[in-house]
């Protein structure tokens, strides 16, 4: 294991690497003591290069919310990423993805968040929740440059945050009192399923107690971090999956149906 790395070595690596379908070893077998402050480094720096060749973030992405996946991955907190311009779409306009480029790929059912004004750290949810003004459901396709999905929580922040695509269902926008857009965004459950059977079922508080908590986590995260962007107004953050993330492959058509909430399902064909 090598003693010492780049931040700028691994920067370049990652966007040369992007949507290539290339694998690599984790860095964190690579390079000692390799850990998410390390990551986040590199977090900031991809993003600078991809800026600067032309791509937009517009938001951040907060992977591993759901504690009931952390034992099959070895993860023990979560992680975020940002995500950019051209990852993100919307149904109406792509109501199917093309998974090139992606090793491993899985499919999330997700609920998104939009904030109209910045969260800060110290917040409470009741606080939180003000600054939302739409939510929609999506789809995140999330992908591993290590095979077989083993790495540490450092590995996969660095790496994209294993975001590869968010596809955006309708927007419902956030009416109501306080206390009931709060209970709308902790009580929903979703169904996951395809053509060919597989059904999986989660709650809004499988992503550590609801999207609102998953958002108190990341303003946090991000408020201890000094060398981490600070969240604005404008961006979407996608709060983690709500079920197990399951396999796809090409020919697969999967659904998300939503309950407690007003929002329409939506709908994705993988090419």
């Not at 966007?15 to 379908?21: I, K, M, N, Q």
């Not at 690579?30 to 600067?52: G, H, S």
């Not at 939510?135 to 922040?157: G, L, M, Q």
Request: hydrophobic share 40%.
């Amino acid at each position: 294991m090598g003693k010492t790395w780049s931040t700028a070595q691994l920067s370049n690596e990652l966007v040369a690497l992007w949507r290539t379908g290339g694998q690599v070893e984790p860095f964190s077998r690579r390079f000692a003591q390799f850990d998410l402050a390390a990551a986040y480094d590199v977090v900031a720096e991809v993003a600078r290069l991809r800026r600067k060749l032309g791509e937009r973030t517009v938001g951040r992405k907060i992977g591993f919310t759901n504690r009931s996946i952390w034992g099959q991955l070895g993860i023990a907190a979560p992680i975020w990423n940002f995500i950019y311009d051209t990852t993100v779409s919307d149904t109406v306009a792509h109501q199917s993805i093309n998974l090139h480029g992606m090793p491993e790929p899985r499919i999330e059912p997700e609920m998104v968040l939009h904030l109209a004004s910045a969260p800060i750290p110290g917040m409470s949810t009741d606080d939180l929740v003000e600054c939302i003004d739409w939510v929609a459901p999506a789809f995140e396709i999330v992908f591993s440059i290590f095979a077989n999905w083993k790495f540490t929580a450092a590995d996969a922040a660095a790496a994209y945050g294993v975001h590869g695509a968010l596809i955006l269902g309708e927007r419902l926008h956030l009416t109501g009192s306080q206390p009931e857009r709060e209970e709308q965004l902790h009580s929903f459950t979703v169904e996951l399923g395809n053509e060919g059977g597989d059904l999986r079922h989660g709650r809004a508080t499988d992503v550590l107690g609801g999207p609102l908590e998953a958002l108190q986590f990341l303003t946090e995260e991000i408020g201890h971090r000094p060398e981490c962007e600070p969240l604005r107004p404008g961006e979407l953050v996608t709060t983690g999956t709500l079920t197990e993330a399951m396999p796809v492959k090409a020919g697969d058509v999967w659904s998300a149906r939503f309950g407690g909430i007003p929002v329409s399902p939506i709908t994705l064909r993988i090419k």
